[in-house]
C-alpha cells in the first residue's frame, strides 16, 4: 500500500522567496493552516525539503 503525508502550512508565505511560495502553492498549501495529503515520492519529498520550514508533515 502507498503511503502518502498529511504537509500542513504552519508559517506565512509572506515575504517569502518567490520559488518558495510556488512551490507552496503546487503542493496546494494558500494560507496558514491548509492541509493536504500528497503521495510519499521522490518528487513531493524534494518540495518538502525546499520548503520544510514552513510545513509540518505526517505520515499517514
Known amino acids: 500500500m502507498a503511503k502518502n503525508l498529511k504537509i500542513k502550512l504552519v508559517k506565512s508565505l509572506s515575504g517569502r522567496l518567490d520559488k ?4 507552496a502553492y503546487s503542493i496546494g498549501l494558500h494560507k496558514i493552516g ?3 495529503i500528497q503521495p510519499d515520492n521522490p518528487q513531493t519529498r524534494g518540495k ?3 520548503i520544510g520550514y514552513l510545513l509540518q508533515v505526517t505520515e499517514e
Open 20 to 23: 518558495h511560495i510556488a512551490t
Open 34 to 36: 491548509n492541509e493536504t
Open 48 to 50: 518538502i525539503a525546499q
